[in-house]
């Protein structure tokens, strides 16, 4: 088992920023890959950025490319999303997952472990 807590959402203004935690634990051959998605009220989950704990591999969706940047600490085992020039369309809960891989996955059925995920507004 894997277990994910995120962390460091809340409430910012258009423009700021925020980053996200996610600390893990467990089986570490369960989480190859770690990736962070999102989920608007209404809409579908959406990738974000995945990044591989051996070697820091990272691919970003093209909606955060350039404004988010996904990292690891592996000493921490956590994973971080810093997320720069915040817009309101970027309102969602935000989950971090983890999976066996590939490098780059970025459907979220190659994720089989989920955190409770983090609430980020971005105020107008």
């Known amino acids: 088992q894997v277990q994910l807590v995120e962390s460091g959402g809340g409430l910012v203004q258009t423009g700021g920023s925020l980053r996200l935690s996610c600390a893990a634990s467990?089986?570490?051959?369960?989480?190859?890959?770690m990736g962070w998605f999102r989920q608007a009220p209404g809409k579908e989950r959406e990738f974000l950025a995945t990044?591989?704990?051996?070697?820091?591999?990272?691919n970003y969706a093209d909606s955060v490319k350039g404004r988010f940047t996904i990292s690891r600490d592996n000493a921490k085992n956590t994973v971080y999303l810093q997320m720069n020039s915040l817009k309101p369309e970027d309102t969602a809960v935000y989950y971090c997952a983890a999976g066996g891989g590939p490098t780059g996955a970025n459907l979220d059925t190659q994720y089989d472990y989920w955190g409770q995920g983090t609430q980020v507004t971005v105020s107008s």
């Open positions: 467990g089986r570490t051959f369960s989480r190859h890959v």
């Open positions: 990044i591989n704990w051996s070697n820091g591999h990272t």
